[in-house]
Nanobody
Framework: VQLQAFGGGLVQAGGFLRLSCASS????????RSWFRQSPGKDREFVAGVNWVSSAPYYADSVKDRFTISEDRSTNTVTLKMNNLEPKDTAVYYCAAVKHGTGCTLRDEEGMNYWGKGTLVTVSS
């Protein structure tokens, strides 16, 4: 399984960005997809995830009213729409995949099976 994230950049506070994660590989439809982020000096944290079986979305409390995760099954792409961005959202954002049925959840960083390279999001005040 390969994951590739893109769409990061520099935006002013209150602005928006859209991140995409293209995925490919054998059995890819058996994997849920999540976004994590790591801000300077902080641990990596869960942002949002989508169950590939049920399409149910999950969000961290800090983003649930501003970010929306969606999937395009025809292209195996997961998109994270980020609205009303704040300087505290500045981070490197990573997409990841976890195999369903393993007991690991979309929020579980340690349980992710695959990671893409990060994409930097910078929000200026």
């Amino acid at each position: 399984v390969q994951l590739q994230a893109f769409g990061g950049g520099l935006v002013q506070a209150g602005g928006f960005l859209r991140l995409s994660c293209a995925s490919s590989g054998s059995g890819i439809n058996d994997y849920g997809r999540s976004w994590f982020r790591q801000s300077p000096g902080k641990d990596r944290e869960f942002v949002a995830g989508v169950n590939w079986v049920s399409s149910a979305p999950y969000y961290a409390d800090s983003v649930k009213d501003r970010f929306t995760i969606s999937e395009d099954r025809s292209t195996n792409t997961v998109t994270l729409k980020m609205n009303n961005l704040e300087p505290k959202d500045t981070a490197v954002y990573y997409c990841a995949a976890v195999k369903h049925g393993t007991g690991c959840t979309l929020r579980d960083e340690e349980g992710m099976n695959y990671w893409g390279k990060g994409t930097l999001v910078t929000v200026s005040s």
